[in-house]
């Protein structure tokens, strides 16, 4: 009889610990259709600010997608877990279909670092190495709002021209040389970005798709980012699993003392 009981306790606790290990069911949102959070003026402040508004904010952020990423000719189906503390570090875990790490990289406003796990490599950059890929206008600040489908800081700005496209709004404008446009939806969230740097040949594209709501917050679920740049092209389609904002987070990086310098 006490065994029988045992093991049903046993059985609820394996269910219990079973449930908690679930992810979280992403739940889709059915963005507007109407301009119901258009600004009703033509002061380009108040449309800044509205735009403002909607933008995602967070203290950290966590995402696992799975993602097609493609770097020149070299295509890989992988997984990244992303982990964000706001303004100050970007941590990317890149694990292959095995589940076996590959990569990982840790990302701060002043520098990259990045180890190899397969090649017992590291690279060891200053941020401006991502200019090689993008414009020199990206920043860290840049690379944060894509990854939670914000818009750039920087493209929202007292020289942006604002033109209705049906139910969504363009926002177009040059940033020292670069020429952007950010397509919004009704309801103010980015729902394109387009920059383009003609006298460098870099272009970058991204489309956001398939919104959906994690912890009170809106954000999409589908990130199509395309960068073009003389003898380099990055695409990444990263369609994330799971999202959390605001946890306690930790960026576990260090260089084995094994691994040597990539060139």
């Known amino acids: 009889m006490r065994r029988n009981t045992l093991n049903k306790i046993a059985l609820v606790l394996l269910l219990i610990v079973a ?5 979280k069911k992403l739940v889709v949102v059915q963005r507007p259709t109407k301009d119901t959070a258009v600004v009703k003026t033509n002061d380009v402040a108040e449309r800044l600010a509205a735009i403002r508004a909607k ?15 493609v770097i020149n000719n070299d295509d890989n189906d992988c997984t990244l877990n992303i982990r964000v503390n706001r303004d100050q570090k970007i941590w990317i875990s890149i694990t292959a279909i095995a589940g076996l790490e590959v990569a990982r990289a840790l990302i701060t406003p002043d520098s990259i670092l990045v180890i190899n796990r397969f090649q017992n490599l590291y690279l060891k950059k200053p941020f401006s ?36 496209e049906g139910s969504n709004t363009g926002v177009t404008g040059d940033l020292q040389g670069m020429v952007y446009k950010l397509l919004l939806g009704p309801d103010m969230k980015v729902t394109q970005t387009n920059l383009a740097n003609k006298s460098a040949g870099q272009t970058l ?10 912890d009170n917050r809106v954000v999409p679920s ?3 980012i395309t960068s073009n740049a003389p003898g380099n092209k990055v695409l990444a389609n990263l369609r994330y699993t799971t999202v959390e904002f605001d946890r306690v987070l930790e960026y576990p990086f260090s260089i084995p003392k094994s691994y040597q310098p990539a060139d």
């Open 55 to 69: 933008q995602v904010t967070f203290n950290t952020f966590s995402g696992k997608a799975k993602t097609k990423l």
């Open 205 to 214: 594209q991204v489309a956001n798709r398939v919104f959906i709501q994690a």
């Open 222 to 224: 589908q990130i199509d």
């Open 19 to 23: 449930a908690s290990c679930k992810s």
């Open 129 to 164: 190495y991502v200019h090689r890929f993008a414009g020199r206008q990206i920043n860290f600040k840049t690379l944060q709002s894509l990854l939670v489908g914000n818009a750039i800081g920087e493209l929202l700005n007292e020289g942006s021209k604002f033109t209705p």
